[in-house]
């Protein structure tokens, strides 16, 4: 891996700015800092028999937990519910926050489009209002999976999202 540049000024937690040798959170090498920074939502919901639901990506072919970006004028709460709507055909509510996820080295995603983004994102425990399971035009799969056969291919920050929410923390973790 190649050294990175580091901010050492006192008082201040290191930053990344220079993002080559690192790589994305599909796992792919990043060849320049990201053109924003967007506040996105995940949600972690279980089933009856402590399965999690796991989306399988159309943009990559891995699975991670429902969300998305924030739209202008909604909360993350909102978003959170919207996306796990639009991503799964289940309608939920919020429970709780589990943490706030963004650290450069799990929160860098890069598109085929070439877009290059970091989120800032809000993880959500929610649980099942109604609704059924369907695909959208962002999965090509849509299941539950118990936590300790999640798919190899898991985006790597959810499979921390899963753990943190399973923790039961009574604090919001910050990774």
Known sequence: M?????????????????????FDSMGRPLTRRPDRLIPGTAVVMFNERGEVLLQERADGGFWGLPGGWVDVGESVEQCAI????EETGIDVRVVRLIGIYSDPKNSIMSYPDGRVV??????????????????????TDVEYFP???LPDKTVAIHRVMIGDALAGAAEAFTR
């Open 118 to 139: 970091q989120t800032v994102t809000c993880a959500f425990e929610c649980e099942r209002v109604s609704g059924q399971l369907s695909v959208s035009s962002e999965s």
């Open 82 to 85: 919207r996306e796990t709507l």
């Open 2 to 22: 190649v050294p990175q540049r580091r901010d050492h000024r006192p008082g201040r937690l290191d930053t990344v700015t220079d993002p080559i040798g690192m």
């Open 147 to 149: 936590v300790r056969s």
